[in-house]
């Protein structure tokens, strides 16, 4: 055991009593005991080392891939300061009132809560609307969870101010929430009626195709018990002659609807002169008509207009509108034949030629020889009639296919049912002079 002075003597001053502390020498040598610390200090302090290069490598790893703050306290701790900061920003720049306004709220009761009168007043603020704010919000959740289940007649209760809007915030989500369950049930309808009209029309084209083939294959079978020698066999071969032909323009008019449904018919848009396309399809139609003992009343407003005007215009001609010739007089043959066939006998049928919306308006009224229940909509689907026994000749496609050749040609088909009275419009731009 050594002993070191712990206090030195200095010149004039007097000598203090020298204190020695006590040294163990063994703590400054090599035994076989001290050995053992120090070999595990220095694999302590080896595997501080390699944990800190670790880190260090991880962090770096992090720092590169821009990762550093994630899944670490202060970086979510940052970030959510950052998004809040960036929140009211936007709400600022978009003047969102919504998170201003409540933002302002807390930051209120934050300072209020500084004084005791304050607090007082955040305790009875918060028993008072918290309450109100928590059963609205369950209650919309309550709505939300009818229209996920499927409910979507559950309407969520909506305060209104004054004015008849939305009185707060969670007013307004309820009421957009009722308008999307509002939108969600017309879609399913929608899809209903869609579903049944594919129903009908499958059913309508069995319908359509088989009369035709039936009477045919009824005809052939007495051909071959009677021969052709057979004095009825003349009679036989008109009617299978009649449902050939009855046959072909069904399936022709199956095409072209499909196509003109499809848009896959070429247009080539031009100057027609309407008037003049009607008093051809007219001419053509004449015999189909008086058949039936239609008069039929054409008005030509645009001549008219015209010639009080002083233009010079032929008498059956004009207006002229931008559409192809050949399509336009597919529509005017259509709505002329629908006439022809399902327009009550001995009536007026009215055609009427004017302007609508600075567009040219073609117009077909006639009064239906059947009672039509059926809406527009209905009545312009594929293979639809208005008798619904389906006697007639008509295939039900001509309504369809005139609407979609409108389409083609940029313009707008229209029908309007007021009890038995039809109406049929067509709106095309007019071709400039």
Same mark, same amino acid.
């Given at each position: ?11 004039? %001053?007097?000598?203090?009593?020298? !204190? ?56 979510? %701790? ?17 003047? +969102? ?54 409910? !979507? ?23 957009? !929430? ?100 009607? &008093? ?91 009672? !039509? ?36 040609? +940029? ?8 009890? +038995?009275?039809?109406?049929? &419009? ?8």
């Amino acid at each position: 055991m050594l002993a070191y002075p712990m206090v030195m003597m200095w010149p004039g %001053i007097k000598a203090l009593p020298s !204190l020695y502390v006590p040294v163990n020498e063994d703590l400054y040598c090599f035994g076989p005991n001290n050995m053992t610390i120090f070999v595990l200090c220095i694999a302590g302090m080896t595997i501080a080392i390699a944990l800190t290069i670790i880190c260090l490598v991880a962090m770096v790893k992090k720092i590169k891939s821009r990762k550093f703050w994630e899944k670490s306290l202060l970086g979510n %701790i940052f970030k959510a300061i950052g998004n809040g900061i960036a929140a009211v920003v936007h709400a600022i720049k978009t003047t +969102d009132n919504f998170l201003l306004k409540y933002v302002g709220i807390l930051i209120g009761m934050v300072f209020l809560a500084m004084t005791w009168v304050g607090a007082i007043l955040d305790f009875i603020l918060i028993f008072i609307f918290v309450p109100k704010k928590v059963r609205k919000f369950q209650e919309i959740r309550r709505g939300v969870t009818e229209v996920k289940e499927g409910n !979507l007649l559950y309407k969520i209760s909506v305060d209104r101010d004054k004015n008849g809007a939305p009185d707060t915030e969670l007013d307004m989500l309820a009421e957009d !929430l009722n308008c999307i369950s509002d939108a969600s049930e017309a879609a399913v309808q929608n899809e209903l009626k869609t579903q049944r009209m594919k129903t009908d029309l499958i059913s309508n084209v069995s319908h359509d195709l088989k009369t035709p083939l039936t009477s045919m294959v009824s005809y052939i079978d007495l051909l071959k018990k009677e021969g052709l020698e057979s004095p009825n066999a003349p009679g036989y071969l008109k009617i299978l002659d009649e449902k050939t032909e009855r046959l072909k323009v069904l399936t022709e008019e199956l095409f072209e609807a499909a196509k003109a449904s499809s848009g896959a018919i070429p247009v080539n848009k031009e100057a027609i002169d309407l008037g003049s396309l009607v &008093s051809q399809s007219l001419g053509e139609m004449d015999a189909r008509l008086k058949a039936r003992g239609l008069d039929v009343i054409v008005t030509n407003a645009c001549i008219a207009a015209s010639a009080a005007e002083g233009s010079e215009i032929e008498s059956t001609g004009g207006p002229k509108v931008m559409a192809d010739g050949q399509l336009l007089w597919r529509v005017i043959e259509n709505l002329l034949g629908n006439v022809s066939k399902y327009a009550l006998e001995n009536s007026r049928v009215y055609v009427n030629i004017g302007r609508k919306n600075s567009k040219v308006l073609f117009e077909v009224k006639n009064i239906s020889e059947d009672a !039509l229940n059926i809406s527009e909509e209905e009545l312009m689907e594929r293979f639809t009639r208005g008798d619904a026994s389906r006697n007639t000749e008509g295939s039900g496609l001509g309504l369809a296919i005139a609407k979609d050749l409108v389409r083609l040609m +940029d313009g707008v088909f229209e029908i309007t049912i007021d009890g +038995d009275l039809f109406k049929a &419009s067509v709106l095309l731009e007019e071709a400039a002079e």
